[in-house]
Structure formats: structure tokens, C-alpha cells
């Protein structure tokens, strides 16, 4: 749930009900509310209503003012009449709207009309249902905390308008040394190739960009920052870190950590993307995800006994679900073509399928360095396939999915790997079982079409299928048109 912090400076609680909601509104003179849900592909989608259409109702009965129809992936025209309930504690306020259309901003929860109860392709609801199934196994809590990159340009600029004879993008970054000389933007610092990775100011000029989106999210939504900082690759990238939190509430915060950086972004005449590899030969975009069960107010991947990393039996089928699952969930923890530019040996990306307590060439971590009793509480799994174009509110349903089916099925996680996988021949990882992730959205869409019955119940037969066909659709796209640098290769054959 949000979170505040008291007068004495310690993190509490934030819990607001419909009443909250409304006195909030009526006492900051809020002109407008925002109603919002994402789609399938993670985008936030909104509606807007004028303060006074808010009533308590509107949070009992919904708000009838969805066309299902026209976001993609959701319903057809014959049944498009949908509605959204806003979620009270999900409230916040726009710093960047004018003060005389000062809004405000809830999630809402998507449903059918006519009492016909919630849309199965809802995102929101999929993680909702995931928290569920946890409970119904008896673990009382998830805790899940995504460390989110993203990138910050001045100028981009795409040509996709004639496909018959153009097609190119450009990139523009103060931060860059490979910034065109004939642009105005300039850095007396430039950050030297791949040299990105904890840079102080000069080099760093995104640091008040990024404690301006944290103040934002604290100051308005609730939402507490862990860290923040520049990250490897050469220019204007971030990574910006949340307080742990439940599943559907860290989802919450996810979306719209995604959301204030576009707008912080845009207000200072900048771009954000969480296009997870804009740039060619340089690290990408990733969203590791730290996750931990809990059960009676005990963390149960935490074991004293282990040797290796204090690190439980249940954990370590937890991971095993994870790792036997991991080619079929590519295709929601990685669902664009782009995500396949990342998923490459030599840019720290986790492109093998194999554990450790500290390798990041492995796709799965046990983070923590601290031993003993009084550091249990911080015991988790760092999966560090996912990127920062996924659906967070189907990221994570689908690793608790993956997890769960690990733990009911008792799938091992085997032995750790603590070698530099990136440096190992193919026989080595072969006599080590070490596994690749999917090579493009494609294959990880074909992993998917064979092995889904782990998503299942917590994803829709329907979800699974949307999912499938956007994913063949996006990579037909791409692949359908020439590259320029097919040109460059094959121009002269």
C-alpha cells in the first residue's frame, strides 16, 4: 500500500477510504479527476471527470465511461460497454496540471457492465487473483520490490511515415559523446562508452531530473524510493528504486513510477522510455525484480542452516519454478521485439537460466550479503530476466504463477552457479545444464504456446491467448521490413 513518512520521519502506512478521497478533493480544490487502468501492454490509459461527477457511488457502483473496444487487446465493439471502479487508496495528485484544471489521479479496477462482475483481461485484476492464490496456499504475504531503468534523452525523433523509401530514428543526449557535432546540445562532461554506472556531477546532469520524479512520488502518491542513480550505458540512463511492498500495490507504484517520469520528462523538455535498448552496443534497460514469501510473520525463504546463503528449501523451489518456467514467461516478462536487443551476452543482461548468491550473469540472485538472524526479513529472489516494457501487474502474476508451481511440484533449483557464465564454452554450459532465455519475441511466444498451464487459474485462457497473438503480431511487423543495415550487408550482393 502507499506510504507516508510521520513527523519523526519513520515509513508508515497510507491507507485512504472513499471519505478521504472526497475530502481530499473538495479541500485542495482538485478540479479534475483522472480515472486510470493500463492495458494489456502496460500503457496507463485515462478518462477524465470533472470533480463534481465524483461521488461514493462512483466507487460502489463504477463509472461508466470505458469503450472496451477501443483499447487494444480488450473487447470487441459488440461488448464494449464497460466500467471502472475506482481504487481510494490509490489516490494522487498531478503536480504538472495548472491550477485551474488541477487533477487528480485514481486507479480504477476494470468490469463488465451490467453486473456481469470483472473483466478477465483486466491487468489489475490478474494480480489481484495472483495475491489470491497465495493466500489460499497459506502464505499470508508477497513482498515485491522492481528496480526500475529507464533512459532520458533531449531529443528523439523516429521516420516511419514512408515505409516505401524511409525509415530511421535519432538520438540526441548531452550526456553523450557520440552527440552529432552540428547539435546545440552539449555536455562539457560527455560520459566515456559505457562508463555510465555512478558518475557524479557533471557527468551525472540527471540527478535533480530523478529527485524531482522521487519527491513526486512521495510527496503525492506515497510512494517510497530506495535509491536512485545514473546507470551504465552512456547516456541519460536511470534507475530509480521502490520500497518493498505487496504485490497489486507494488504493481500500482510501478505503472506510475513509469508514469511521473514521462511527465517529469516532458515538463522539463525532455523524453523518457522504458524502451528497454534504444541504444546500439550499449547496456540496456532491465527491471530485476526482488521478490519473498512470508507465512506467520516469517520470511520463508530464510534458513539459518543453509551454508551457501541462508537460503530455504521452499525458496529454492520457488527459484526451481522460476527457472523451469522462465523461456514461457519471456513472452510477458519480455514482450516487445526490442526486448530481444537486450537479451545478449556482454551487457550484463541475464541471457542464461542458472542461479547464484552473487553472479549477475545469472539470471537469478540471492542478494544478500549480510548473514545471520537479524537480516532474515531482507531474504529474497532477485529475478533479473524482466525489462522495463512489461506489464508489472503481469510481471509479477506471472513469476508468483511460476513460483507457486515450483513449490506445489517440488522443482529443485539445483546446484548454483558461481562461475562468469558469459565466459563459459557452450559444452561447459551444456555439462552444467545451463539453459539460454528465448532468442526473440517469437521463440519466447512458442515457449509460451507450450508450457502455460502454470499461469492457470491466476491468467485467463483469454489472456494467455491476447498475449500470444499481440506477440506474433509485433514480431511479424518488425520482421517484415527491411533494416538499414541490411542495406550496409547485402546492398551490393
Not at 466507487?59 to 481510494?88: A, C, Q, W
Not at 540526441?172 to 552540428?182: F, L, Q, V
Request: hydrophobic residues 35%; contains cysteine; aromatic residues 10%.
Amino acid at each position: 500500500m502507499p506510504y507516508f513518512k510521520d513527523a519523526n520521519g519513520k515509513i508508515k502506512p497510507r491507507v485512504l477510504n472513499i471519505s478521504d478521497v472526497l475530502e481530499k478533493i473538495s479541500q485542495n480544490g482538485i478540479k479534475f479527476v483522472d480515472l486510470q487502468f493500463t492495458d494489456i501492454q502496460g500503457r496507463m490509459q485515462h478518462v477524465t471527470v470533472p470533480s463534481s461527477e465524483l461521488a461514493e457511488d462512483s466507487f460502489k457502483e463504477g463509472v461508466p465511461k470505458l469503450d472496451g473496444s477501443s483499447i487494444r487487446g480488450f473487447t470487441d465493439i459488440h461488448e464494449s460497454d464497460m466500467l471502472l471502479f475506482p481504487d481510494p487508496n490509490t489516490y494522487g495528485f498531478l503536480p504538472w496540471t495548472a491550477q485551474d484544471v488541477s487533477t487528480s489521479r485514481l486507479i480504477c479496477d476494470v468490469s463488465w457492465g451490467y453486473g456481469m462482475g470483472r473483466f478477465p483481461k483486466d491487468p489489475r485484476h490478474i494480480a489481484q487473483k495472483a495475491e489470491s492464490e497465495a493466500k489460499n496456499l497459506g502464505y499470508d504475504i508477497t513482498y515485491w520490490g522492481p528496480e526500475i531503468e529507464f533512459f532520458v534523452f533531449d531529443r528523439v525523433s523516429w521516420n516511419v511515415s514512408n515505409p516505401f523509401a524511409e525509415q530511421s530514428y535519432r538520438i540526441e543526449s548531452r550526456e553523450a559523446a557520440w552527440n552529432p557535432g552540428t547539435s546545440p546540445i552539449t555536455s562539457s562532461a560527455p560520459i566515456r562508452f559505457k562508463e555510465g554506472y555512478y558518475p557524479a556531477s557533471p557527468q551525472d546532469s540527471l540527478q535533480d531530473f530523478r529527485g524531482e520524479c522521487v519527491n513526486v512520488m512521495a510527496e503525492h502518491f506515497g510512494i517510497v524510493c530506495d535509491a536512485h542513480h545514473h546507470e551504465v550505458a552512456t547516456a541519460g540512463q536511470c534507475e530509480i528504486d521502490l520500497r518493498y511492498d505487496t504485490l497489486t500495490s507494488m504493481a500500482d507504484a510501478a505503472v506510475t513510477e513509469k508514469y511521473i517520469i514521462k511527465n517529469v520528462a516532458a515538463k522539463h523538455g525532455l523524453v523518457a522510455t522504458l524502451m528497454p535498448k534504444p541504444v546500439f552496443l550499449d547496456n540496456a534497460s532491465g527491471m530485476h525484480v526482488h521478490v519473498s514469501l512470508w507465512k506467520g510473520g516469517s520470511n520463508q525463504f530464510y534458513d539459518a542452516s543453509d551454508e551457501y546463503a541462508e537460503f530455504s528449501q521452499l525458496g529454492r523451489y520457488f527459484g526451481g519454478g522460476l527457472m523451469k518456467h522462465a523461456r514461457a514467461m519471456a513472452a510477458i516478462t519480455n514482450p516487445t521485439t526490442n526486448s530481444y536487443r537486450r537479451l545478449v551476452p556482454g551487457f550484463e543482461a541475464p541471457v542464461y537460466i542458472a542461479w547464484s548468491r552473487r553472479n549477475r550473469s545469472a539470471n537469478i540472485r540471492i542478494p544478500v550479503n549480510m548473514k545471520g538472524p537479524k537480516h532474515q526479513a531482507k531474504k529474497r529472489i532477485e529475478y533479473r530476466t524482466p525489462d522495463t516494457s512489461t506489464n508489472p501487474y503481469l510481471c509479477f502474476a506471472a513469476m508468483l504463477s511460476a513460483g507457486l508451481d515450483g513449490i506445489k511440484k517440488s522443482i529443485d533449483i539445483g546446484d548454483p552457479v558461481d562461475e562468469d557464465i558469459y565466459k563459459l564454452d557452450r559444452t561447459r554450459r551444456k555439462a552444467l545444464g545451463i539453459e539460454e532465455l528465448p532468442g526473440s519475441l517469437k521463440e519466447s511466444i512458442e515457449c509460451l504456446q507450450s508450457d502455460n498451464d502454470f499461469l492457470q487459474p491466476i491468467f485467463s485462457r483469454e489472456m494467455i491467448e491476447v498475449i500470444i497473438e499481440h506477440g506474433l503480431r509485433d514480431h511479424g511487423e518488425v520482421t517484415r521490413r527491411p533494416h538499414p543495415y541490411e542495406f550496409y550487408l547485402y546492398f551490393d550482393i
